[in-house]
């Protein structure tokens, strides 16, 4: 499986998502490419087998862990120069 982690001080860390109803998965890909095409290709992954994801998730509290997700929300601005977003008129 191919997990996102992101970088930390002591090298890298699982990455924690929220699914569609609000409840903390990690996430895992069947491929790289699978991967980049939800989270983008600059994304940092590691390889690790299933039960490896669920050893490093569990004592996180994430007890379901989705395979090869398909939706995803924008990414967070972290510029804060950047206008906000608006909302569409209805």
């Known amino acids: 499986m191919y997990v996102p982690v992101r970088h930390c001080a002591c090298g890298f860390a699982l990455r ?5 109803l609000g409840t903390r998965t990690a996430v895992a890909f069947t491929t790289e490419r699978r991967l980049s095409a939800v989270l983008g290709p600059d994304q940092p992954s590691v390889r ?7 050893a490093l998730a ?22 804060p120069a950047e206008p906000p977003l608006t909302a569409l008129p209805g």
């Open 16 to 20: 924690v998502f929220r699914s569609p």
């Open 58 to 79: 569990t004592p996180l509290g994430v007890a379901t862990i989705s395979i090869d997700p398909q939706l995803t929300a924008p990414a967070v601005r972290t510029d």
């Open 48 to 54: 690790l087998a299933l039960p490896a994801v669920r």
